[in-house]
């Protein structure tokens, strides 16, 4: 595909792209090349499909996103789509940091910052709901269950691998069901500020409700596997 048409198709493609993309046949391996015509060229596509080949295919799960490179912040994430349609795209300024996002509703405006810490219900928060619902499919975990020879006593464990550390975490059912709340330390912080643009109370936000539904899903798995 010579560059004059890829300038044209990158003119011309609509959130959300892939749907576009589809329409108009463009081949997945110039995709990288559209999106930098859009984003820029210090951008990076991350694509996760249930295909071996890694090939997006219409209406079967993918889960697409676009990164953007900026100096003293590193990789931040500037745009999402999901295999349902589901889209956002971050309005940064020039130096990475966050104004607000758009999505199929609009623009929201988070530079406003009145009571963010207690709208758990506010339009404010779509794009923090999609940030927990990032970090949730990204989290790994397996149960475990220890037997101790002919007495009744049996120990229910779960190894979790979370996308913001890097070693494996060993946690009993009783240590879940405490889970009730969480403060974002200066590590998760780093972590959800360089991956996902988001300020200190938005980290605290996202960190506390990630925990409390994973909590959820694990004691669910858990009830399921033995009762």
Known sequence: MDKSLIDKISKVIKKPYVSDLF????PQKYWDSIFKKIYGDVITTEIETDYADGIVKPNQYFFFTIRKVFPNVGS????????????????????GHKL??????????????????ESTNKKLDVYLDKVVGF??????????????G?????????????????EISK??????????SAQVTDQEFK??????GLDRDEAQIVFKNYILKLRDVILDEMKLAYG
């Open 135 to 148: 970090l949730l499919k990204d989290t790994e975990f397996r149960l475990e269950m220890r037997t101790f």
């Open 191 to 196: 972590y959800l500020s360089d991956t996902y």
């Open 171 to 180: 946690y009993e059912k009783w240590q879940v069901e405490q889970w009730d």
């Open 23 to 26: 329409s108009l046949a463009v």
């Open 100 to 117: 607000g996002y758009e999505d199929a509703n609009g623009f929201v405006d988070t530079t406003e910052k009145t009571d963010i810490t």
């Open 150 to 166: 002919f007495t009744p006593h049996r120990e229910i464990n779960v190894f979790i691998e979370f996308p913001l550390y890097d």
């Open 76 to 95: 931040v994430m500037v745009y999402y789509e999901g295999w349902d349609g589901d889209w956002v795209e971050m309005i940064l300024d020039n130096r």
